[in-house]
């Protein structure tokens, strides 16, 4: 199964909640994207929503589970959101399943880490091995190209190195 669905952009004052979960049958991949923006960069409305709460749970039936949880309040009275308050674009990545194997995870790890050390001003990621066969990836990002840029070449990369597939273009509106 591949995910990849547009960036959130949470408007001035909005309250967001999303969860999205996903169970893996034994011999099954996921690809499974989610990004959000600070707000709606444009109108200098950066991280002024009110509140976002946000889940991915990913279990594969053969054993193992991924679980991202997050709740960001930027406007709460603290720093906005830490370190990621420089950046206008936060997402996560993960590449999970049987489907891999230790050659096919390691080959796609380093490719994932070439492509961001490939924008080092423009995007800032980490890749590591979650409790489940796969890779996860987090990424922040200053610019909404950069994001889209690294998101499509990280696809190619993953459908070359699970199945010698091409990614098709993808249709945003």
């Given at each position: 199964m591949?995910?990849?669905p547009?960036v959130?952009?949470?408007?001035?004052?909005?309250?967001?909640e999303?969860?999205i979960?996903?169970?893996l049958?034994?011999?099954?991949?996921?690809?499974?994207?989610?990004?959000?923006a600070?707000?709606r960069?444009?109108?200098?409305e950066?991280w002024?929503?009110a509140?976002l709460?946000?889940?991915?749970a990913?279990?594969i039936?053969?054993g193992g589970?991924v679980l991202e949880?997050?709740?960001l309040r930027?406007?709460s009275?603290?720093?906005?959101?830490?370190l990621a308050?420089?950046?206008d674009y936060?997402?996560?990545?993960?590449?999970?399943g049987?489907?891999l194997g230790?050659g096919?995870q390691k080959?796609?790890e380093?490719?994932?880490y070439?492509?961001?050390?490939?924008?080092?001003?423009?995007?800032l990621g980490?890749?590591?091995?979650?409790?489940?066969?796969?890779?996860a990836?987090?990424?922040?990002?200053s610019?909404a190209?950069?994001?889209?840029h690294?998101l499509e070449?990280?696809?190619?990369e993953i459908?070359r190195t699970?199945?010698?597939?091409?990614?098709?273009s993808l249709?945003r509106?």
């Amino acid at each position: 199964m591949e995910w990849l669905p547009d960036v959130t952009i949470p408007f001035s004052g909005s309250r967001y909640e999303q969860r999205i979960r996903a169970t893996l049958e034994p011999g099954s991949t996921i690809i499974l994207w989610d990004a959000i923006a600070s707000g709606r960069v444009a109108r200098g409305e950066r991280w002024a929503f009110a509140e976002l709460k946000n889940e991915i749970a990913i279990d594969i039936v053969s054993g193992g589970r991924v679980l991202e949880r997050y709740e960001l309040r930027p406007k709460s009275g603290g720093p906005p959101v830490g370190l990621a308050s420089e950046w206008d674009y936060a997402a996560s990545l993960f590449v999970l399943g049987e489907g891999l194997g230790d050659g096919g995870q390691k080959r796609l790890e380093q490719r994932l880490y070439d492509l961001t050390e490939r924008a080092p001003n423009q995007v800032l990621g980490g890749i590591s091995e979650p409790a489940a066969q796969g890779v996860a990836v987090k990424l922040l990002a200053s610019i909404a190209p950069a994001l889209t840029h690294w998101l499509e070449s990280a696809w190619r990369e993953i459908r070359r190195t699970l199945w010698d597939l091409a990614a098709p273009s993808l249709r945003r509106y």
